[in-house]
């Protein structure tokens, strides 16, 4: 079993910025991926930006290409997203995700509880 803990949602204005953080912790692959995915109210989990434990590297949906970068902390085991020019309709609860294998992004294994971003206009 893997513990996902997500913080540092908040709300913010647009064009604002915020930095979320996913602490992973238990069961560890030899080779995984770790990333985010969002849903907002009344729509569909949304894809946000993974990053290859190994070797970093990144894919990212083009909604947030330019504005979000995911990166990690080896010895932390921690997983941030950087979200900058946030727009209203990046407001979603985000989640943090690890799955086992690069090519299985975004099938997520595990998830954490999620944390708010609410983005004002």
């Known amino acids: 079993q893997v513990h996902l803990v997500e913080s540092g949602g908040g709300l913010v204005q647009a064009g604002g910025s915020l930095r979320l953080s996913c602490a992973a912790s238990g069961r560890t692959f030899s080779d995984y991926a770790m990333g985010w995915f969002r849903q907002a109210p009344g729509k569909e989990r949304e894809f946000v930006a993974a990053i290859n434990w190994s070797d970093k590297r990144t894919r990212y949906p083009d909604f947030v290409k330019g504005r979000f970068t995911i990166s990690r902390e080896n010895v932390r085991n921690t997983v941030y997203l950087q979200m900058n020019t946030l727009k209203p309709e990046d407001t979603a609860v985000y989640y943090c995700?690890?799955?086992?294998?690069?090519?299985?992004?975004?099938?997520?294994?595990?998830w954490g509880q999620g944390t708010q971003v609410t983005v004002s206009s």
């Open positions: 995700g690890v799955v086992d294998k690069w090519d299985r992004v975004p099938f997520w294994d595990y």
